[in-house]
């Protein structure tokens, strides 16, 4: 099963808006998007935009 599957995702971006999606899920959180990338900066975590859009 590919990562993403289990949340009805077809294709295997994660977006910022799906992870805090998640770890809102996960961990009872409420965050903005600008927070969880930040979040994920302080933890050694790359945010990077796609060359091309998904099909």
Do not use: E
Not at 10 to 23: A, N, S, Y
Not at 44 to 52: D, F, H, L, V, Y
């Amino acid at each position: 099963m590919p990562k993403g599957a289990s949340y009805d995702w077809q294709d295997r971006c994660w977006t910022l808006g799906r992870i805090k999606t998640v770890v809102g899920r996960r961990f009872h959180l409420i965050c903005t998007i600008q927070g969880m990338r930040r979040l994920l900066m302080r933890n050694g975590r790359c945010c990077k935009i796609p060359a091309c859009p998904a099909m």
